[in-house]
Every structure is written in structure tokens, then in C-alpha cells.
């Protein structure tokens, strides 16, 4: 067979391949200039729609189109964002929406608009999936199920504070520590200045004693800058985890002043794919 009988043979097949993709990229063309959304989402994963929205198990993968606008998917994604993003903010209003500055296809979700509010996770818009933290959910979960008045972060705070108080009473025996000093050295001044001895035979003895005791609170006042350092820190702890159950509450009461529990509000969430694009299907 000659290379030219070769072409002849590999021609129709190349040309089907192309042809298909060709056809591809004007049905994407066509769903994008006529804002037909789900249309743009089923080219973009043709698996994912079928099997969600028509409920067509196990079917086919268009993956090998879809690879035809990778090099221009963060402006399909900016095409897409604008409407999902109206449509997640009106279902879930306490969710904060911002673009990941490095991923254009992605946005990173905050839960509630206060200060500091933290990231629940990241959103695709190119397939409407969620990647959550789990350890924020199962936070979430866990405080949801606590008595009223409790917290996850009850009982660190009971023995952050109990700390502080042994080191606040500490740093409070500061005064009393002063004096005493001051006494023992006017003592020992006197015991000095009369060497014949108010104190008779015992003034060696309680020049010994008085001196022991003069040093043990020398001693213990050294300790100050440490155990100043030491309350600090523990003050900073305190508020750590007091901020942390704060915040925990605020994100709770968001969750369910529109939803039964934080498993309701997280199964929504993850349905937003297809509830997204019935809602638009049928509109």
C-alpha cells in the first residue's frame, strides 16, 4: 500500500474527528451567544449533566472535547459566574462570594460578611461544585448539639482561667513581697549596726533566718518578667478561643435562620448543580 493509499484510508476518520470537534465549538459558540447556560454546562461536562439532570446512569464523557477550551475556560467561567453567583446569594444569603485571585474559575466562600469571617470552602463555576474545610462543618455540627450556654471551647477557657488567676494573684502578691523585703532589710540593718547585740545569742540565728527568707523573695521577684510574659499569653489564649466559640455562634445562627441543621444547609449547598440548572431549565 502506497502512502497516498494510506491517506485515502485515514482521511474519512480524520476528517470525522474533526468534524466533531468542529461541531463542538459551534454548539458551544451558539449556547454561549444565546446565554443558553445549561446548554454551555452540558458541553463543558456532558457525564455530569446527563447523569444529574436527564438521570442518565453511567453516561458517556465528552472530556476530549471539553480539552478544546481549556486555554479559555477562566473567561467561560467569567461568563458563567455573574447568574450563579446571583443565584447562590439569594439561596444562601449569609455567604460571602470572592475570586481567587490565582484560580480565575474559582471563588473562595465565606461564611457571614462580619469581621474576620472564616472560609467555609471554594467554589468551581465551571461545574458548581463545593470543596468545603470539613473541619469547619464538623465544628459547626458539633456546636449545634451543645446545651445553651456551652461551647466547644468551654472547658480550655475554664483552665486558661484558671491559670490566669493563679498568675494574676501571683503578680498581685507583688506589693506585700515589697515589703516584707523592706522589713528584712531593716532588720538586718539593725542586727548590723548593734554587732553587741539587741538580739543576744540568738543574732546569728536570726540573721541566718531573716537572710534565707530575704532570698527566697529576691528570688521569687525575679520571677516577675516571666510570669508577666507567661499571664500574656494567656490572655492572648483567652481571647483566641473565646473569638473562635464567638464566631462559631454567629456562623450557627446565620445557618440556621434559614435552615433546620448544618446537615440541611450542606446538603443544599452540594445540590446547587442540579437545583441551579432546573431552576433555569424550567424557567
Do not use: C
Amino acid at each position: 500500500m502506497t502512502n497516498q493509499d494510506t491517506q485515502t484510508v485515514l482521511q474519512p476518520e480524520l476528517i470525522n474527528q474533526l468534524d466533531h470537534k468542529i461541531l463542538y465549538l459551534g454548539q458551544l459558540q451558539a449556547a454561549i451567544s444565546s446565554n443558553q447556560v445549561p446548554a454551555v454546562y452540558e458541553l463543558l461536562d456532558s457525564k455530569k449533566y446527563n447523569e444529574q439532570i436527564r438521570q442518565r446512569p453511567h453516561a458517556d464523557s465528552n472530556e476530549s472535547l471539553a480539552v478544546l477550551v481549556a486555554d479559555i475556560k477562566p473567561a467561560i467561567a467569567e461568563f458563567l459566574a455573574p447568574e450563579l453567583l446571583a443565584y447562590l446569594k439569594s439561596t444562601f444569603s449569609f455567604l460571602v462570594f470572592e475570586q481567587a485571585t490565582e484560580q480565575p474559575t474559582q471563588y473562595y466562600v465565606y461564611l457571614g460578611d462580619w469581621w474576620h469571617h472564616r472560609q467555609l470552602g471554594v467554589l468551581d463555576v465551571l461545574d458548581i461544585s463545593f470543596t468545603y474545610e470539613d473541619n469547619m462543618l464538623r465544628e459547626l455540627t458539633q456546636a449545634a448539639q451543645l446545651s445553651e450556654g456551652d461551647s466547644i471551647n468551654a472547658l480550655q477557657i475554664q483552665e486558661v482561667n484558671q491559670i490566669i488567676a493563679g498568675l494574676e494573684a501571683f503578680l498581685a502578691d507583688d506589693t506585700k513581697r515589697t515589703l516584707e523585703l523592706q522589713v528584712i532589710d531593716d532588720q538586718l540593718a539593725t542586727l548590723q549596726a548593734n554587732k553587741a547585740g539587741i538580739f543576744g545569742r540568738n543574732d546569728k540565728t536570726t540573721r541566718e533566718s531573716l537572710e534565707k527568707k530575704q532570698a527566697l523573695l529576691l528570688a521569687t521577684q525575679k520571677r516577675l518578667p516571666e510570669v508577666q510574659k507567661k499571664l500574656a499569653e494567656q490572655q492572648d489564649e483567652l481571647l483566641v478561643l473565646e473569638k473562635a466559640d464567638a464566631l462559631r455562634q454567629l456562623e450557627l445562627q446565620a445557618i440556621l435562620s434559614q435552615f433546620a441543621s448544618v446537615a440541611d444547609f450542606s446538603t443544599m449547598l452540594d445540590k446547587s448543580y442540579v437545583a441551579y440548572l432546573t431552576r433555569l431549565i424550567e424557567g
